[in-house]
C-alpha cells in the first residue's frame, strides 16, 4: 500500500505518516516498508491509472506491506489508526479461537472416523482436505 493510500485511511496528511515512519525507523525494516525506486514508480503510474498524481512529482513513495500497515497505525496518534491498531488485535484473538476450535473439530472427525466403517473414509479424507489451508505460491513483496 502506498503512502498517500494508508495516510488517507487513517486520517492524517501524507506528510504526518511519513515523518512518523521516520522517527520510528527502527519499527519499520524493509520488509514492513520500503521506499520506490524511480523504476518501481515509473511502473506503477504506467500500469495503475488512479496514481496519475505521482507522475509529475519528485517524490518516490513509501510502500507498506501488510505489517508494515499495522505497524504505521501503531505509530499514529490519529482516531482512525488508533482504532485500526485495536481492530487488528481484535482479528488476531479472533483467529487464535478459530484455530483452537479448528484443532477441537478434528480430535472429534478423528474419533468419528474410527466409530465408522471404510465406506465413509472418502468422506472423512474430503473433510480433512478442506481443513488444509490453501497453497498459496509465496510472491515476491514490492513491484
Request: net charge positive.
Amino acid at each position: 500500500m502506498i503512502d498517500a493510500d494508508l495516510s488517507e485511511i487513517y486520517g492524517v496528511s501524507t506528510k504526518a505518516l511519513n515523518q512518523a515512519v521516520k522517527r520510528n525507523a527502527n519499527r519499520f525494516p524493509a520488509d514492513f516498508a520500503f521506499r520506490l525506486t524511480a523504476e518501481e514508480k515509473i511502473e506503477l503510474v504506467t500500469n495503475c491509472d488512479r496514481f496519475t498524481r505521482l507522475k509529475h512529482s519528485t517524490a518516490f513513495p513509501l510502500a507498506f506491506t501488510e505489517h508494515g500497515v499495522i505497524m504505521a497505525a501503531n505509530v499514529m496518534n490519529s482516531p482512525r489508526a488508533i482504532e485500526g491498531s485495536v481492530q487488528v488485535v481484535r482479528v488476531f484473538v479472533k483467529m487464535r479461537e478459530v484455530m483452537v476450535s479448528h484443532g477441537e473439530f478434528a480430535r472429534r472427525l478423528i474419533s468419528l472416523e474410527s466409530k465408522c466403517d471404510a465406506q465413509f473414509r472418502v468422506v472423512f479424507d474430503a473433510i480433512r482436505a478442506l481443513m488444509q489451508p490453501p497453497k498459496i505460491p509465496r510472491r515476491r513483496i514490492g513491484f
